[in-house]
């Protein structure tokens, strides 16, 4: 069974600058999360979904930060304009559902703001 | 709100045994989880055990929860280098799942040979 799948593993931009990233959940899983992991710290959540609909997003700056999940499948993150403090590792997670007990993460695209 | 504590670091011999604490606040936690992660690499759930349990044994691993005391604790037997990692203490409430858990910033584990 493949896991979940993100891309880039790696990008460097410029404050000021918009960056994405990319999540495909593992098929079949209803539920995708993203989190934000800064350097030393555990992963904090920062927007879930239930197939194509947000059920929590308080932690989101939506400011600056979006995400969309339209089909139900795969999801993006995206930065706009991005700060020197959005450097982290932003991870992907997915579950069969709400109500399970285990989720599933995928490797993280790690941000670096210069 | 909720809060996990962890300590930071943690460094055993191979062959001996680890043991890594965590506190967690929130007295509705239902689930709690340790998760392992090595370098480059996403989180991987090791065990979990629920809130109306003492102990959980799986293979070298075993948890002790003292919910009293809201002390959570992760046991590796026999501890080898391969095990060499971040490890994550994080709590669920009831009608969460573990997606939306509050994580502690984990305890590096260090074995050396």
């Known amino acids: 069974e493949a896991g979940v799948a993100q891309s880039p593993r790696y990008k460097i931009i410029e404050k000021r600058q918009s960056v994405a990233f990319w999540c495909n959940p593992i098929?079949?899983?209803?539920?995708l999360y993203w989190y934000q992991q800064i350097l030393g710290q555990g992963p904090k959540l920062l927007i879930q979904?239930?197939?194509?609909?947000?059920?929590?997003d308080s932690q989101l700056p939506k400011d600056r930060f979006s995400a969309e999940r339209l089909k139900g499948v795969d999801s993006t993150l995206k930065i706009q304009p991005a700060k020197l403090e959005d450097s982290a590792v932003y991870l992907c997670?997915?579950?069969?559902?709400?109500?399970?007990?285990?989720?599933?993460f995928g490797q993280g695209t790690r941000l670096t703001v210069v | 709100g909720e809060d996990v504590e962890q300590s930071l670091f943690l460094s055993v011999r191979e062959g001996d045994s680890s043991v890594i604490n965590c506190t967690y606040t929130d007295s509705s936690s239902t689930y709690l989880y340790w998760y392992k992660q090595e370098p480059g690499a996403g989180l991987q759930l090791l065990t979990y055990?629920?809130?109306?349990?003492d102990m959980k044994q799986d293979q070298r691993l075993t948890v002790l929860l003292n919910k009293k005391d809201k002390h959570l604790s992760l046991r590796i037997a026999d501890t080898q280098t391969g095990d060499s990692a971040i490890y994550f203490c994080a709590e669920g409430a009831i009608n969460t799942n573990a997606g939306k858990s509050t994580f502690g910033d984990g305890t590096t584990l260090t074995v050396k040979p």
């Open positions: 055990i629920f809130s109306n349990m």
């Open positions: 997670a997915s579950s069969l559902d709400d109500q399970g007990t285990e989720a599933f």
């Open positions: 979904f239930q197939n194509n609909g947000v059920v929590d």
């Open positions: 098929s079949g899983h209803a539920t």
